[in-house]
């Protein structure tokens, strides 16, 4: 393998790639070394047929990553690699397109880690488009047109996960400074899916308690230094008993304690829901 790339210092300051831990970094970097930066086209040798590869793509697998590309380290293994693919989907900062011979992986916004026009991925994504269009078909593909978007019309945006983090609160209140301890907690290589998860319990506590907004503590207050949003992480059991105020409520308590066991991994058929006494 020819030529180099340029790694826009984007890299360092972006909360989402430092949400990554070590390894993750690693795969990724690696993507972005290897990923075309001119179309291309790779021969199947399945079938013998011809693939053309768009700028910002590559075609690997699971398993060459594992054992090739970091040539067999026991630190990253093919479930490590498979874990870490499926997370830098998640943040948009792949997508993956497979078949039943190969996989392709197009990074997003491959001219923005390049330090590159937007021209660029552009460029790659219309590539596809013309040479494998039932490939490019792929469910992800109007999120990932929406958040180029997002990135253009606003420099500031909150990311994704913390919006959802912040809709599922019970209290919105600064959310400027919930945003900024945030950001720190990743920076502590605190999952944001801790962070969501235990927003979602906060919230069914306290629409059980019945809490008045006043007393609901501040999301930055429950991500802060402090950490009160660990007490709510893990629940005590899956199968949660809420006790009726009154008839009325009844149905209330009910949808809250099927809310808590579907946050926490539950089956929502398996879910069985324990009247207490009135």
């Not at 970091?70 to 293994?77: C, E, R, S, Y």
């Not at 078949?99 to 590159?116: D, R, S």
């Not at 660990?230 to 199968?239: A, C, F, K, M, Q």
Request: with cysteine.
């Amino acid at each position: 393998m020819e030529g180099w790339i340029k790694l826009h210092r984007q890299w360092l300051d972006s909360m989402t790639i430092q949400s990554l831990n070590a390894e993750q970094q690693a795969i990724a970097l690696q993507i972005l070394l290897r990923a075309n930066h001119k179309p291309a086209e790779w021969v199947d040798p399945s079938r013998g047929s011809t693939v053309k590869v768009g700028v910002g793509q590559l075609i690997t697998s699971r398993s060459k990553i594992a054992n090739e590309w970091f040539k067999n380290d026991k630190n990253l293994t093919e479930q490590k690699t498979r874990t870490t693919l499926k997370r830098l989907e998640k943040i948009n900062f792949l997508t993956i397109t497979s078949t039943n011979w190969y996989t392709l992986i197009t990074v997003v916004n491959y001219g923005k880690w390049q330090g590159a026009n937007q021209e660029v991925n552009q460029e790659s994504n219309q590539d596809l488009t013309k040479t494998q269009p039932g490939l490019n078909q792929h469910p992800n593909h109007k999120q990932e047109v929406k958040n180029v978007k997002n990135e253009k019309n606003n420099k500031n945006i909150y990311t994704e996960e913390f919006e959802i983090f912040y809709k599922s609160y019970p209290r919105k209140i600064a959310k400027k400074q919930a945003f900024k301890n945030w950001n720190t907690r990743l920076k502590e290589k605190v999952n944001p899916d801790d962070l969501i998860k235990a927003a979602k319990n906060y919230a069914i506590e306290c629409e059980r308690n019945k809490t008045e907004q006043k007393f609901i503590k501040h999301p930055s207050t429950f991500i802060g230094s402090n950490k009160g949003f660990e007490d709510y992480i893990e629940v005590s059991s899956n199968l949660v008993d809420f006790k009726p105020r009154d008839k009325e409520i009844d149905y209330r308590d009910e949808e809250i304690a099927r809310n808590r066991w579907i946050t926490n991994g539950g089956d929502p058929d398996e879910f069985i829901y324990q009247r207490g006494s009135s």
